[in-house]
């Protein structure tokens, strides 16, 4: 049974950090592409950030590049989102998840099934 847990999340201010975790567990984590998507209260869910599941290759939505880093610890079965730079805009449930197809994706929302619960991020004065 697949298995996401995130951790890390909490209240920020803007222009703070954060680093969210994930631990996986029940799947052959290194051989899967790994994301964070996130979802807003009142608006759908959308996609942040991916890995490929070679870990040579990552992707960012627009609105985090530059701000945001994904990585992932294999020898750990564990993701990882660096936040800086945050913004009132980031305020959200983010949700690692873990891609459809073995060996394929990373870079698009639709590319993604599994999730875990989520940890809150909230940017606040």
């Known amino acids: 049974e697949v298995q996401l847990v995130e951790s890390g999340g909490g209240l920020v201010q803007p222009g703070g950090s954060l680093t969210l975790s994930c631990a996986a567990s029940g799947f052959s984590f290194s051989g899967w592409a790994m994301g964070w998507v996130r979802q807003a209260p009142g608006k759908e869910l959308e996609w942040v950030s991916g890995?490929?599941?070679?870990?040579?290759?990552?992707w960012y939505a627009d609105f985090v590049r530059g701000r945001f880093t994904i990585s992932a610890d294999n020898a750990k079965n564990t993701l990882y989102l660096q936040l800086t730079k945050l913004k009132i805009e980031d305020t959200a449930m983010y949700y690692c998840?873990?891609?459809?197809?073995?060996?394929?994706?990373?870079?698009?929302?639709?590319?993604?099934?599994?999730r875990g619960q989520g940890t809150q991020v909230t940017v606040s004065s």
């Open positions: 890995i490929s599941h070679s870990r040579a290759s990552t």
């Open positions: 998840a873990k891609a459809i197809r073995y060996g394929r994706g990373g870079s698009r929302l639709e590319d993604f099934g599994d």
